[in-house]
């Protein structure tokens, strides 16, 4: 990435005009591309992880256990397969009573509401086929980072399947100018399969998506039961495949 267009981005992305993000995506197997050498498991420093129910995320706010950017969605940890269109769960990482990284994980629909960089109104819509999961909100206190924790999180929740809910592929999305976050999936074994471009205000936006179909065709599609998600389908404007 070139340095002057970050730069040329970030002031851009502060109209509140513009917002790139970056798309990746994991399989449920074993990576051989991670560092596991740094990644953290549990019990190592008294460190744990668990789901995080709605009213124990409740009390966590109200005790300051938790950072503030949790977010205020419901978290759903009934930890079974027959999971529905919309649902998602907390997952975190615990040094005794508090939480020092988390992420969230859903399923079915995902609003753009809930997947923006820096502009709300620009964000992306995700609707996931019964297959695929999406992370997202991830966070670690800034006093716990370079430890791995998020990269331990990610591979419990796609690889060990820690919410039990047999899913294969998983998606994520960061800002396009994050690349300590991109790092830390990549890690974990997720690949960067494209930008996603939003632009404008209002009903006057238009939005550049990548082409799963073509850019996963090796992976994603090779089964032809297994269909790609759709990226900001309900976004107002123009949209164009690339």
Known sequence: MSATLATLYRAIRRLHVMDVTCLLHATSEPSNGGDDA??????????????????ELQQLRRESLIDSTVGTGIAHTNRTTDHGSGDQWLYGVW???????????????????????????LGSSLTMPPHCGFLFNAWTDPEHRGRGLMA?????????????????DWFATTDWTNIASQ?????????????????????????LVPDLERRMKATLLLDAARQKPRIASDAPGLRWSL
């Open 38 to 55: 740094r990644i953290v498991h549990a019990g190592s420093d008294g460190l744990s992880f668990r789901a995080i129910g709605e009213d």
């Open 152 to 168: 331990a999180l990610l591979r419990k929740l796609t690889v060990e399947d820690a919410l039990n809910l047999n899913l294969h």
């Open 183 to 207: 790092r830390t999936f990549q890690k974990s074994g997720f690949e960067r399969v494209g930008r996603l471009y939003r632009l404008g205000r209002g009903r006057m936006q238009a939005s």
């Open 95 to 121: 040094k005794q009573d508090c939480v020092i990284a988390f992420v969230w994980a859903a399923t079915g629909y995902i609003p753009a509401s809930e997947n923006y960089s820096r502009s709300v109104h």
